[in-house]
């Protein structure tokens, strides 16, 4: 039996029982006959978290009396999900609770569902930060997030007529019950305005930024739960306000409509998450958002550094170590530049010293498209003083680039932070590499990538620099909580401790070859996918059958990440049954979730096409029976954790080379779907791990894709040498899925043949349809595929997020965990 460590005594049943029904009554002002599933939901949140406040505090007591060294995850996005369910199992309360609310008539799964995604990310990355903070708390890590507290997250997704359309999404309509306001905390943030230069009476010039105006940072709290609840770290997210000192005076002349306004600007800046995702959209305000939250952080972290270190920088970066989850925070190098010379007035060698062993940088994109650069102009304006720091920065580097280059005007090209141009840029990669003290790569062959492609002079100067951390996903919620059946299954053959050591798992393969387990995970396998149809049903009216294959790709639409190869895959598997009604394929339900970035054309016309394919084949008797296709709306971390555990065969199909890491491709297998992937991103080192006779592996390698790309890649070569896949293309012209409507789908042909195919969708089909085609003969010998999904769960040790958080702590933050009492 698991305790709780944060409180002097572990809740009992009663305790709970009698704590809920307290907050019905006097939070909520409710009682147990009127109240609602919101308010039973509420009053439970409300009743653990007086314990998660206790394990806060004694968290912070400790951090402080051991003054300890502290990372500081710095991350435009955290796409935490839901906490409730999370919170309880790593509290140890998820049981009791369940049983505490059972004794009052109330159903934990049902009330659960109350909860709205925290969907304050757009994929990935942020949900990368999300499992991070968890492992960094589990491992009693001294680590605070820092972000945004967006008001609107990632918009909700609805499909009407086959095509996305965007709803504003807002997760605190009914109030936050996880949520902690600081305004003891908040930050004032200057911006605009223009820079003076002060030349003083003992020679030394100096800088003063006059800001043209001021806002506000108000600090949100979200307690971060470790998984046996004894540290409880934070997730600081920022709210941009008005600043007071900035509107009375128009206020006092007169000018209330106009005060109104200032506020509105200010409040801007919180009040939406961009849903870019892998593209650079240069907006002005997204640069705000970053100084803003970048800036606010800062200051919180210099504040809490000086009550203990007073105005002796000499231990900052012993102290402090800042993580930048991509280039999106990596304005907080110059800003912290400033404060060490304008404010501190350090000198300049001395305050680079500093700055240049506090941050590291991840890198989680190669794609150039997604690389952040911006108008210089538009830093001038938002930034005056930054852009002067950022030039005097690539002033003294070009001078080391010389060094070691003498004379090579294209490599200091290549490598200073300020692109020339029509338009000069401020390139925030080579900034982040420049002023961080490690840069790392997030799976080996993107590290490697890293390396090789993007920064191989920055590589040559610093060859310790760059580095790999392989990604990892946090075992608690992607196993424990989201499959408890598979988790029950697993506690009875190797005991309950894997959550915190999953290479335990490895004890599951010495049951791989067993009928009796391969049975009993198997069946868990049909129950999962038995509550995931009547889900399907609920949301989308279509029935699908538990005992076809389940076969998931559940990502950002991109085409990278090649929807559309697999919808090819899908029509042509649909041709073949409509010529050959005999063709042998076990039955099979392809079901996709994927949110569009709302500019992007073609990934929605690639939603569209996906929906029209499933009507069709949907409604189509002769193949009905052994097609489905479901694309379920507003993909998101909730929706996730019910498709996971119901999946046979997990998607992973972007060309090589583009997927730096990918992390859904973790969660799958470890949930026992079989990998069908490409060699690019992690998909290599799971194989590693599982072994190539426990995956489908296709398709091009990352050299091959170079060799392709340098002899001239031509679509046109295999469209006109393979029937099959020129009639599914010529599909998409006609208006057989669009009655009516012939050319609706075009654009996707035209993309794979004029628009010349980028990411070789075509060459890759032929293999991919191999593939496809022995995953299906594999599935239908069923102790076969049960041996294989059990060693997928097995040796999934290597990716939980535990392990990759170890990987940073040595290798990068060099931190020391701090026992909490
Ligand atoms: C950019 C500009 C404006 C607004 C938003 C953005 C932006 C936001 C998120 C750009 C990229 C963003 O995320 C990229 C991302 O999620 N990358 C993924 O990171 C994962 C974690 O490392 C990897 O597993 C994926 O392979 C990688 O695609």
Redesign the pocket.
Same mark, same amino acid.
């Given at each position: 039996k698991k305790t709780v460590g944060s409180s002097s005594t572990p809740l009992n049943k009663a305790e709970l029982k009698a704590a809920i029904v307290k907050h019905l009554h006097c939070s909520l002002g409710t009682d147990e006959n009127k109240a609602n599933n919101h308010a039973w939901w509420k009053a439970t949140c409300a009743s653990v978290q007086e314990h998660v406040l206790e394990g806060l505090r004694k968290t912070q007591k400790s951090h402080y009396l051991n003054d300890t060294r502290a990372v500081h995850y710095f991350s435009?996005?955290f796409l935490m999900g839901r906490l409730t369910s999370n919170n309880l199992h790593n509290l140890g309360l998820f049981e009791q609770t369940e049983k505490a609310l059972n004794e009052l008539g109330v159903n934990l799964t049902d009330i659960m569902e109350e909860e709205q995604d925290m969907a304050l990310?757009?994929?990935?990355?942020?949900?990368?930060a999300a499992c991070f903070i968890d492992s960094l708390a589990t491992l009693d890590l001294p680590a605070v997030g820092y972000g945004l507290h967006y008001e609107h997250g990632l918009f909700r997704q609805e499909i009407k007529n086959g095509e996305q359309i965007e709803r504003p999404d807002s997760w605190r309509d009914y109030g936050n019950p996880w949520e902690i306001c600081r305004p003891e905390s908040i930050q004032d943030i200057p911006l605009f305005g223009y820079v003076e230069t002060k030349y003083g009476e003992n020679g030394r010039v100096s800088k003063e930024w006059h800001p043209g105006h001021i806002v506000k940072g108000l600090p949100w709290d979200i307690p971060v739960v470790g998984y046996g609840g004894k540290t409880v770290n934070v997730l600081r997210l920022w709210q941009s306000q008005a600043s007071d000192y900035f509107n009375w005076d128009v206020f006092n002349a007169g000018g209330y409509v106009d005060a109104q306004k200032e506020n509105v600007q200010a409040e801007t800046i919180s009040k939406v998450l961009?849903?870019? +995702?892998?593209?650079?959209?240069g907006?002005e305000l #997204?640069l705000i958002q970053q100084y803003f939250f970048s800036a606010c952080s800062l200051k919180d972290i210099i504040r809490r550094y000086k009550r203990a270190h007073g105005d002796d920088w000499s231990r900052f970066s012993e102290q402090v170590v800042i993580q930048l989850n +991509?280039t999106?925070p990596a304005v907080a190098i110059p800003e912290l530049m400033r404060i060490l010379i304008d404010r501190a007035e350090l000198d300049w060698d001395y305050a680079w010293s500093i700055c240049s062993k506090t941050f590291a940088y991840?890198n989680?994109?190669l794609l150039p498209e997604?690389l952040?650069k911006w108008p210089a102009r538009m830093f001038e304006k938002i930034l005056p003083r930054h852009l002067e720091i950022i030039y005097e920065i690539n002033h003294r580097f070009m001078d080391q680039v010389e060094a070691v280059w003498p004379g090579n005007n294209a490599i200091k090209q290549k490598l200073s932070i300020i692109e020339e141009g029509a338009e000069k840029m401020v390139r925030m990669g080579n900034l982040s590499v420049i002023g961080s003290f490690a840069v790392n790569g997030?799976?080996e062959i993107?590290s490697a990538l890293v390396k090789k492609d993007l920064f191989p002079e920055f590589n040559h100067m610093w060859p310790d620099k760059l580095t790999n951390v392989t990604?990892g996903i946090t075992p608690r919620r992607w196993l424990k909580a989201c499959n408890p059946a598979l988790s029950q299954l697993i506690d009875g053959k190797i005991g309950n401790d894997w959550p915190l050591h999953l290479h335990k798992l490895q004890g599951l393969a010495e049951f791989a070859d067993d009928a009796k387990f391969q049975k009993q995970f198997m069946k868990i396998k049909h129950d999962n996918k038995t509550q995931l149809a009547k889900e399907v049903f609920t949301l989308t009216g279509v029935e699908i059958d538990p005992n076809a294959i389940f076969d998931v790709q559940i990502k #950002?639409l991109h085409e990278y990440k090649r929807q559309h190869l697999n919808l090819l895959h899908i029509m042509a598997l649909y041709r073949r049954l409509l010529e050959n009604p005999q063709y042998d394929i076990h039955p099979r339900v392809f079901l996709f979730g994927a949110k569009a970035a709302p500019g992007y054309k073609l990934a929605k016309d690639i939603i569209y096409a996906i929906n029209k394919v499933a009507e069709k084949i949907n409604n189509d008797p002769r193949v009905n029976h052994k097609l489905k296709v479901v694309f379920l709306p507003n993909y998101r971390v909730s929706l996730a954790e019910k498709m996971i555990p119901a999946a046979d065969i997990s998607e992973q199909i972007s060309t090589a080379g583009k997927?730096?890491?990918?992390?859904g491709n973790m969660k799958l297998s470890l949930n026992g779907a079989l990998t069908v992937g490409t060699l690019d991103?992690?998909n290599i080192e799971i194989a590693e791990e599982v072994g190539d006779e426990n995956i489908f592996i296709f398709g091009l390698t990352v050299d091959e894709v170079e060799t392709l790309d340098r002899k001239g890649y031509n679509p046109f070569d295999y469209y006109d040498n393979n029937r099959e896949l020129k009639a599914v293309l010529d599909w998409l012209d006609s208006d057989y899925f669009t009655p009516g409507k012939p050319g609706a789908l075009s654009s996707l042909k035209r993309s794979m043949l004029e628009g010349g195919d980028p990411y070789k969708v075509l060459a890759d089909f032929v293999s991919y349809s191999d593939a496809q085609a022995l995953a299906d003969k594999a599935y239908k010998d069923s102790a076969k595929w049960a041996k294989m999904a059990i060693l997928n769960t097995a040796r999934m040790g290597k990716f939980t997020s535990d392990r990759s958080i170890k990987d940073y702590v040595e290798r990068i933050w060099k931190l020391v965990p701090c026992e909490v009492e």
């Amino acid at each position: 039996k698991k305790t709780v460590g944060s409180s002097s005594t572990p809740l009992n049943k009663a305790e709970l029982k009698a704590a809920i029904v307290k907050h019905l009554h006097c939070s909520l002002g409710t009682d147990e006959n009127k109240a609602n599933n919101h308010a039973w939901w509420k009053a439970t949140c409300a009743s653990v978290q007086e314990h998660v406040l206790e394990g806060l505090r004694k968290t912070q007591k400790s951090h402080y009396l051991n003054d300890t060294r502290a990372v500081h995850y710095f991350s435009a996005e955290f796409l935490m999900g839901r906490l409730t369910s999370n919170n309880l199992h790593n509290l140890g309360l998820f049981e009791q609770t369940e049983k505490a609310l059972n004794e009052l008539g109330v159903n934990l799964t049902d009330i659960m569902e109350e909860e709205q995604d925290m969907a304050l990310g757009n994929g990935g990355l942020g949900r990368l930060a999300a499992c991070f903070i968890d492992s960094l708390a589990t491992l009693d890590l001294p680590a605070v997030g820092y972000g945004l507290h967006y008001e609107h997250g990632l918009f909700r997704q609805e499909i009407k007529n086959g095509e996305q359309i965007e709803r504003p999404d807002s997760w605190r309509d009914y109030g936050n019950p996880w949520e902690i306001c600081r305004p003891e905390s908040i930050q004032d943030i200057p911006l605009f305005g223009y820079v003076e230069t002060k030349y003083g009476e003992n020679g030394r010039v100096s800088k003063e930024w006059h800001p043209g105006h001021i806002v506000k940072g108000l600090p949100w709290d979200i307690p971060v739960v470790g998984y046996g609840g004894k540290t409880v770290n934070v997730l600081r997210l920022w709210q941009s306000q008005a600043s007071d000192y900035f509107n009375w005076d128009v206020f006092n002349a007169g000018g209330y409509v106009d005060a109104q306004k200032e506020n509105v600007q200010a409040e801007t800046i919180s009040k939406v998450l961009y849903p870019n +995702d892998e593209t650079e959209a240069g907006k002005e305000l #997204r640069l705000i958002q970053q100084y803003f939250f970048s800036a606010c952080s800062l200051k919180d972290i210099i504040r809490r550094y000086k009550r203990a270190h007073g105005d002796d920088w000499s231990r900052f970066s012993e102290q402090v170590v800042i993580q930048l989850n +991509d280039t999106h925070p990596a304005v907080a190098i110059p800003e912290l530049m400033r404060i060490l010379i304008d404010r501190a007035e350090l000198d300049w060698d001395y305050a680079w010293s500093i700055c240049s062993k506090t941050f590291a940088y991840t890198n989680h994109t190669l794609l150039p498209e997604a690389l952040e650069k911006w108008p210089a102009r538009m830093f001038e304006k938002i930034l005056p003083r930054h852009l002067e720091i950022i030039y005097e920065i690539n002033h003294r580097f070009m001078d080391q680039v010389e060094a070691v280059w003498p004379g090579n005007n294209a490599i200091k090209q290549k490598l200073s932070i300020i692109e020339e141009g029509a338009e000069k840029m401020v390139r925030m990669g080579n900034l982040s590499v420049i002023g961080s003290f490690a840069v790392n790569g997030v799976a080996e062959i993107h590290s490697a990538l890293v390396k090789k492609d993007l920064f191989p002079e920055f590589n040559h100067m610093w060859p310790d620099k760059l580095t790999n951390v392989t990604n990892g996903i946090t075992p608690r919620r992607w196993l424990k909580a989201c499959n408890p059946a598979l988790s029950q299954l697993i506690d009875g053959k190797i005991g309950n401790d894997w959550p915190l050591h999953l290479h335990k798992l490895q004890g599951l393969a010495e049951f791989a070859d067993d009928a009796k387990f391969q049975k009993q995970f198997m069946k868990i396998k049909h129950d999962n996918k038995t509550q995931l149809a009547k889900e399907v049903f609920t949301l989308t009216g279509v029935e699908i059958d538990p005992n076809a294959i389940f076969d998931v790709q559940i990502k #950002r639409l991109h085409e990278y990440k090649r929807q559309h190869l697999n919808l090819l895959h899908i029509m042509a598997l649909y041709r073949r049954l409509l010529e050959n009604p005999q063709y042998d394929i076990h039955p099979r339900v392809f079901l996709f979730g994927a949110k569009a970035a709302p500019g992007y054309k073609l990934a929605k016309d690639i939603i569209y096409a996906i929906n029209k394919v499933a009507e069709k084949i949907n409604n189509d008797p002769r193949v009905n029976h052994k097609l489905k296709v479901v694309f379920l709306p507003n993909y998101r971390v909730s929706l996730a954790e019910k498709m996971i555990p119901a999946a046979d065969i997990s998607e992973q199909i972007s060309t090589a080379g583009k997927e730096a890491s990918g992390t859904g491709n973790m969660k799958l297998s470890l949930n026992g779907a079989l990998t069908v992937g490409t060699l690019d991103g992690a998909n290599i080192e799971i194989a590693e791990e599982v072994g190539d006779e426990n995956i489908f592996i296709f398709g091009l390698t990352v050299d091959e894709v170079e060799t392709l790309d340098r002899k001239g890649y031509n679509p046109f070569d295999y469209y006109d040498n393979n029937r099959e896949l020129k009639a599914v293309l010529d599909w998409l012209d006609s208006d057989y899925f669009t009655p009516g409507k012939p050319g609706a789908l075009s654009s996707l042909k035209r993309s794979m043949l004029e628009g010349g195919d980028p990411y070789k969708v075509l060459a890759d089909f032929v293999s991919y349809s191999d593939a496809q085609a022995l995953a299906d003969k594999a599935y239908k010998d069923s102790a076969k595929w049960a041996k294989m999904a059990i060693l997928n769960t097995a040796r999934m040790g290597k990716f939980t997020s535990d392990r990759s958080i170890k990987d940073y702590v040595e290798r990068i933050w060099k931190l020391v965990p701090c026992e909490v009492e």
